[in-house]
């Protein structure tokens, strides 16, 4: 087993890749009451086309699959998971994005069963014609929730209108439509491909000890059989750098509409330290820009076109990026073309030492405080590892960063070609 004292943090972290391939990581924190494990397999709602193992051509499978085989592991022949995590007094949950579907649990006791139990329910898949009809019914009623809720109504149409061909585009859960096509042979060929150990990683912080835990885990891989994980084969469409369309306006009941300006901020597939080094100047640019003190947030707010609704948020993934600046507004086009000007003028901005410092500063010590949680140290390390990163590395990361860089950057971050707006209106 690996030990990384990572002294700047002061954490240290313990990893070992089992025979199998699942990659561990476990994270003592014996100063706190609670536990958090999380089991995540390196496939989300994008990944539709793919060779299953063990074939020779490429398939497309049903939108949703991914959401719709989260749901589905949690039910097995006999009894529900969630019953069994109840009974140890934990607090167990699962979620799929666009690249990830991850299982997890907190607890506060009980922690090396519940251990046994997350493992055991993700690894032993259960499908059978009659559950799967069933669920079809049940997921469609949590799409139709969807499509009436204004925000996701917003971020969806914001994607959609970023992206042509790259299936972040679809709804994670699918549509209506496409789960009515999802068979058991769908699941169980996803499931077979996607879930293999090799392709996942386990990660567990809290309260616990380290030797007696991998050696739990260590014991329950070793009594189960896997075949040899292949070299996964998945495929993706070309995508523009432009966007789909500049404006998407979607009629909906509300009572104030909504404006999101959308920043197409990648195409490319990106990894290691070129993924590091656009994913923080990416976060720290526009957090500079648009939070709350900010020159462009004040412009927004002394103009009249924003209230306390207005965010921003900014994603960048191994083969897509994106960044949203949205807001509740009665002025939805006055909005649009303001933000759109502020963006623009970015063109020929240059930063001083001062400003970026303050920037480094700031990103540094939001990622302290959010250290505190094990939730976000969990999923942050998961995110990074599947793209080669460990996450301990960021804040040195940042600290190297020059003003260069970040002007580098600014100068050629906006593009007319790379902003959509998605409006939601009343009739």
């Known amino acids: 087993m690996n030990k990384v004292l990572h002294q700047d943090i002061a954490e240290t972290i ?3 890749k089992l025979d199998n391939g699942l990659t561990v990581y476990l994270l003592p924190k014996t100063e706190m ?65 666009f690249t990830k579907t991850a299982y997890l649990f907190s607890a506060t006791s009980n922690i090396e069963e519940n251990v046994q139990t997350l493992i055991n329910f993700v690894q032993d898949p259960y499908f059978s014609e009659a559950s799967v009809e069933k669920e079809k019914g049940i997921i469609g009623q ?27 585009n679809i709804d994670i859960a699918g549509t209506v439509e496409s789960i009515t096509d999802i068979t058991k042979d769908d699941l169980y060929t996803c499931y077979n491909t996607f879930y293999h150990p090799e ?3 386990l990660f567990i912080a809290g309260n616990f000890n380290v030797e007696k835990m991998i050696d ?19 495929e993706f469409p070309d995508e523009p750098e432009a966007v789909a369309m500049k404006e998407n ?57 924003i209230d306390t609704s207005f965010y921003f948020e900014t994603t ?29 003028s970015t063109n020929t901005e240059s930063l001083t030492i001062e400003e970026f410092t303050r920037m480094k500063k700031k990103k540094i010590g939001q990622l302290l405080r959010a250290m505190n949680s094990l939730e976000f140290i969990a999923n942050k390390y998961i995110h990074y590892h599947t793209i080669g990163i460990d996450f301990f590395d960021v804040i040195p990361a940042i600290q190297a960063l020059s003003l260069d860089d970040v002007n580098d950057f600014i100068r050629n971050w906006i593009d007319e070609d790379r902003l959509a707006v998605c409006t939601i209106a009343e009739k």
């Open 249 to 305: 306006k979607i009629i909906m009941p509300v009572s104030i509409p909504k404006c999101t300006i959308g920043i197409k901020e990648s195409t490319t597939a990106l990894s290691g330290e070129v993924f590091l080094k656009k994913d923080l100047l990416q976060s720290m640019v526009v957090d500079h820009y648009f939070s709350k003190g900010s020159v462009f947030y004040q412009e927004l707010y002394q103009s009249g076109l």
């Open 216 to 234: 739990l885990i260590q014991t329950n891989q070793a009594a189960k059989t896997f075949k040899k994980m292949e070299k996964l084969v998945r």
């Open 199 to 201: 392709n996942m990683t």
């Open 33 to 97: 009451a609670k536990t958090y494990a999380i089991f995540s397999t390196d496939y989300g709602s994008i990944d539709q086309r793919f060779i299953p193992i063990g074939k020779q051509e490429m398939i497309t499978v049903p939108e949703g699959v991914a959401h719709f085989l989260e749901h589905k592991l949690f039910e097995k022949e006999d009894h529900d998971v969630f019953a069994d995590f109840g009974k140890q007094g934990a607090s167990a949950n699962a979620f799929t994005s």
């Open 142 to 168: 949590e799409i139709k929730m969807y499509d009436d809720q204004a925000d996701w109504q917003s971020f969806m149409g914001t994607i959609k209108s970023m992206f042509k061909n790259h299936p972040v």
């Open 14 to 16: 313990f990893s070992e």
């Open 316 to 344: 960048l993934e191994k083969n897509f990026g994106y960044t949203l600046i949205g807001t509740n507004t009665d002025q939805p086009e006055k909005f649009a073309e303001k933000v759109k000007e502020l963006l623009n």
